[in-house]
């Protein structure tokens, strides 16, 4: 199966029909494995999403410098199950073997045979749920591949689509405001808004709902914004996670604005101009967010340098047919 739940929830019912035991469960380690997500279970307990801490968790340093399987009698007392014996009580599970899911060197998970009642694993038990531990891992290795391929897939052709829609329109009036609407497309935005350089600083020129500090007229000297400054001067996006944190940030009053995301717009190395992208909740954007915007900031800033060729090539146009009449005029 290509399905990961799907897959998951059926190895968890196969374990505890194999080993006879009341339960089993697949945990998730988190990238500084810091705590783990419960991914998968059987029977299901409503355990799904369950956040296991793994800061104070003795079993995992075991666990990842042994990378066997490692059996507990009373999971529920044991020292070594440390703040997860909470999480045995509240599942009501008394004895455990925990087995790594090791891919390329590294575990990225567990998987749990789960007993209500006192129940000693035999060593060729343990054995046989690391044989199965290390085809689980492969395969979990395998789908993320699958899944991350498809994403990047889905991705490329949704900025292609994007690309379409902003080719479409040469006029500068529209294509600011219809950048920020597709921007919604593609990013978990609260609000947004685009700011071109003008004499003297920045200027914002369209606005896509969330919070605003500024008048479209307001020209905003860049010394007054970090964020804008560095973008500028760098010529590279900028992500602050939390707002509150960063020694950097102004905050204005009433402002929601708790994480951002800024990314210059570039016309052929220079920067011409910065996507403002707000989040009203910390943590709102990740590197991968900064990735993508500044994927579909490429874009955009085509779309904005074609626009005013435009619109400079249709002044030059309207100039020219005024010098003609006037020239037409001077000679009759």
């Known amino acids: 199966s290509l399905n990961l739940d799907e897959m998951l929830t059926n190895v968890a019912r196969q374990l505890v029909e194999m080993f006879e035991v009341d339960h089993s469960g697949m945990l998730r380690f988190g990238h500084d494995d810091v705590e783990g997500a419960v991914i998968a279970e059987y029977p299901p307990q409503g355990a799904v999403g369950l956040k296991v801490p793994l800061t104070d968790y003795p079993l995992v340093d075991r666990l990842k410098a042994e990378k066997k399987p490692i059996a507990v009698l009373d999971a529920q007392k044991e020292p070594i199950m440390g703040d997860a014996r909470a999480t045995m009580r509240f599942l009501g599970i008394r004895s455990i073997v925990i087995i790594p ?84 497309k593609v990013l978990p935005v609260d609000g947004s808004s685009i700011y071109l350089l003008v004499e003297g600083g920045i200027q914002q020129k369209a606005r896509h709902s969330g919070y605003n500090a500024f008048s479209e007229q307001q020209i905003i000297p860049l010394d007054n914004l970090w964020g804008a400054a560095e973008i500028v001067r760098t010529k590279s996006p900028k992500l602050v996670p939390d707002t509150t944190q960063h020694p950097g940030w102004q905050t204005f009053p009433n402002s929601p604005i708790k994480s951002w995301l800024g990314v210059p717009l570039s016309v052929r190395g220079e920067v011409v101009g910065i996507l403002n992208i707000d989040g009203y909740s910390p943590d709102r954007f990740n590197q991968a967010h900064l990735e993508l915007a500044q994927a579909f900031a490429d874009q955009a800033a085509i779309a904005i340098h074609n626009a005013r060729l435009y619109g400079q090539a249709e002044k030059r146009a309207d100039l020219l047919a005024s010098v003609q009449e006037i020239g037409l005029g001077l000679v009759s």
């Open 101 to 184: 899911l090791v891919v390329k060197g590294k575990i990225v998970g567990s998987l749990s045979l789960d007993s209500y009642q006192p129940r000693v694993f035999a060593p060729d038990e343990r054995d046989l749920c690391h044989i199965i531990g290390n085809q689980i891992a492969v395969a979990l290795d395998y789908t993320h591949a699958l899944d991350l391929a498809e994403a990047n897939r889905r991705q490329a052709q949704t900025l292609r689509e994007i690309a379409h829609i902003l080719s479409e329109s040469l006029d500068l009036d529209e294509i600011l405001p219809l950048i920020l609407e597709q921007l919604q």
